[in-house]
């Protein structure tokens, strides 16, 4: 019997090519959805549809699902600035299974050193001494520098 390659037999067939794209377009949009939903909620929801435009969205709990639905037209805007076809967005409970760890520490997302360098002019344009010193300490800590 000859070897073929996965894939190859995936592509011949019909049943399993369609199952293909579609897992495809599925791990494309959650690639998208990773980048546009706050990572709290990411990583406590999963893109697990599209049907006809409408990307359905399943929540871990009842609070990220609310939570989802406040920011939807904000996702949903988002995601078409990110070049993807959809036209609604659909948000259902389904808990994964999996036990997460709480946190212990998230850590700090690193700032593009432009932004720090806006910061540090913006601290010398500000009269309020209060605020001048915390805009420059926030900046200082951005950096590295304390």
């Keep these: 019997m000859p070897t073929r390659k996965f894939s190859a037999l995936i592509v011949e067939t019909a049943g399993l090519s369609a199952l293909n794209r579609a897992t495809q377009r599925i791990s494309a949009l959650q690639r998208l959805y990773t980048v546009c939903a706050p990572p709290e909620l990411s990583l406590a929801s999963r893109v697990v549809g599209d049907h006809n435009g409408t990307l359905v969205i399943a929540a871990d709990n009842g609070a990220i699902a609310a939570k989802l639905k406040q920011i939807m037209p904000r996702l949903l805007k988002n995601l078409q600035k990110q070049s993807a076809q959809v036209t609604g967005i659909r948000i259902q409970v389904q808990v994964s299974g999996q ?43 951005r950096r590295g520098g304390g």
């Design 99 to 141: 036990q997460s760890a709480p946190r212990a520490h998230s850590e700090k997302t690193a700032l593009p050193i432009d932004l720090i360098d806006d910061f540090e002019k913006l601290s010398g344009r500000v009269r309020d001494p209060g605020l001048r010193s915390a805009l420059a300490r926030f900046a200082a800590r």
